[in-house]
């Protein structure tokens, strides 16, 4: 399996809002995907920094930083300040992908965490998966965890892009996608 029928939805309403030049319709197709990945089957076929990647990539596709006014990363000291700070040890190791499963373990955790931090200091409803999304805040923190996500990606992977890395992941070791 070389495709995930979510990457390719994903895709799809990413290359629809680029053409239409209307990222907000791919915010408001997100919103039910997005719910549906977070409310889980018992067995996730693509795991929470993949999937979360792909969200942002296809956010970046169809312009929807612009439409937030740009989306800044959310910073360790902001973390802190919302009494939450960023306490994620786990590191991957180089071609060890269960480093890298045990990573995206640990900041899924911190960030469940983190969103619950977010919505009590910023009063922003952070915790409904179907409208989050139309929250810049949602943006800033999943920026955050996408930068943490490449530094590990990296460690696992040294050679070629970010995109190269996730793609080779997503299909060379397509069983293991669910965790990472
Ligand atoms: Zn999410």
Redesign the pocket.
């Known amino acids: 399996m070389a495709h995930s029928f979510t990457v390719d939805l994903l895709n799809k309403i990413g290359a629809e809002a680029k053409k239409l030049v209307d990222p907000m319709s791919y915010l408001h197709k997100l919103g039910p995907i ?1 719910f549906r ?2 409310q889980g089957v018992t067995v996730r076929r693509i795991g929470f920094l993949l ?2 990647y792909h ?1 942002i990539d296809n956010l970046k596709k169809c312009g929807g930083p612009a439409m937030f006014g740009g989306v800044t990363a959310y910073t360790r000291a902001q973390f802190t300040a919302f009494g939450h700070s960023y306490d994620v040890a786990a590191k991957a190791s180089k071609g060890n992908l269960d480093s890298l499963a045990a990573f995206s373990h640990d900041i899924e955790g911190w960030h469940n965490e983190a969103h619950m931090a977010i919505g009590m200091a910023t009063g922003v409803d952070m915790m409904d ?1 179907r409208t989050n999304i139309t929250h810049v805040e949602f943006w800033r923190l ?1 920026y955050f965890i996408n930068a943490k996500f490449f530094q590990q990606l990296q460690r696992y992977d040294p050679s070629g892009s970010n995109a190269k890395r996730v793609a080779k992941i997503e299909q060379l070791h397509h069983s293991d996608v669910g965790r990472i």
Do not use: G, K, L, N
Request: proline content about 0%.
């Open positions: 997005h990945w977070h999937f979360h969200v998966a999943h």
